[in-house]
């Protein structure tokens, strides 16, 4: 599938659910309102479309949330997908909070998963129920345990926090490379209203990327794995770090993928509202053939970039649909 600017769309990112047991203050507000278990596709309907789009050329996989642990027999949807690998599919990767790793570890590396991206913001206790509103800390970590002794490969994902955890990357990259685990930076994304003054939650990466340089040497790379991140390798740990900028640098010009939500609802695009119903064609018919054009149709209308802007003046999102709805 190539959209209009050439770009070929092999990665589909699924959300499997819009429901998580944090409430993280840059994602969502404390009291969410979640989808009604009637408007949510069955695990099998996401199957379905899942397979849609790797007949159509998309070679990896992405599930995520919400928190995609906690939907119900989720590990069906883990093993059928699993048995694509090999055919069609090359890769099926998890972006979770890991609060339920310990649980799932072992499990999610039968099914084929080998790598495994897990959201951790702070090492500090306190400051992530804080953050989380809702999360222990020490689950998480026995869950990251879990998967690294289940031999999955881990990369930590940092929402870079002003005023809240920018003072504690430092020791946070010292943590992760020294486990083996590579980390990325990411830059609080405008979506969805989240009970917070996003003025203050900002911190762009390029200051924090200066301020790191008093702490490391940092040596840029063309590694690539295949989302938005941009590398460089840290001289005093050996490890890799990564930055994800929607604010203050496009990423966009490489973007090869899309994103379907829990509803059959695909986006074209992070930072933008244009979307595709694929519900509707999926319930329509058995045979796949409009569901084919449908996925045709959308791919030709994805945009060149996102337009994500914090509205200082009115501290109002970019995007109105909260991030737990369309997925990481």
């Keep these: 599938m190539l959209d209009p600017f050439g770009r070929s769309i092999t990665y589909l ?25 009637k408007d949510v596709l069955t695990l099998e309907e996401l199957d379905r479309l899942c397979g849609a789009f ?33 055919n069609g599919l090359s890769e099926l990767t998890l972006t979770t909070n890991g609060s339920q790793l310990a649980r799932f570890a072992d499990e ?35 869950g990251i345990d879990a998967a690294q002794k289940a031999r999955l490969s881990i990369k930590i994902n940092v929402v870079a926090l002003r005023g809240i955890n920018e003072d504690e990357i430092p020791s946070m990259i010292e943590w992760a490379h020294g486990r083996g685990f590579d980390m990325t930076l990411i830059e609080t994304m405008p979506m969805g209203d989240v009970d917070a003054d996003r003025t203050e939650q900002y911190l762009p990466l390029s200051l924090l ?3 790191l340089a008093r702490h490391f040497t940092m040596t840029p790379t063309l590694d690539r794995t ?47 509202e244009d979307a595709a119903d694929l519900r509707g064609p999926l319930r329509a018919s058995a045979d796949d053939a409009d569901l084919y ?18 509205d200082r003046r009115h501290n109002r999102p970019a995007v109105a649909r909260p991030m737990s709805l369309t997925g990481g």
């Excluded at 449908?294 to 914090?310: C, L, S, T, V, Y």
Aim: hydrophobic share 35%; glycine share 10%.
């Design 226 to 272: 295949g989302g938005p991140a941009r590398y460089v390798r840290i001289q005093e740990t050996g490890g890799r770090l990564g930055f994800i900028t929607p604010l203050t640098h496009n990423f966009c010009e490489s973007c090869n993928r899309v994103r379907l939500t829990c509803t059959g609802t695909l986006y074209m695009c992070l930072g933008q």
């Design 108 to 142: 999610l590396v039968d099914c084929g998963v080998k790598r495994i991206n897990v959201s951790l913001d702070t090492l500090d206790a306190d400051k992530f129920r804080a953050i989380t509103r809702w999360g222990d800390l020490s689950v998480v970590l026995g």
């Design 209 to 211: 990327r200066s301020q």
């Design 13 to 37: 990112r699924v959300s499997v659910t819009d429901r998580c047991d944090f409430r993280c203050v840059y994602c969502m507000p404390e009291h969410m309102s979640f989808l009604p278990k």
């Design 54 to 86: 790797i007949a159509k050329g998309v070679d990896r996989l992405r599930l995520t949330g919400g928190e995609p642990l906690v939907r119900r027999n989720v590990m069906s949807l883990f093993r059928s997908l699993g048995a694509r690998l090999g």
């Design 293 to 310: 054009a449908a996925i045709d149709e959308a791919i030709a209308r994805k945009p060149k970039g996102h337009d994500f802007i914090i």
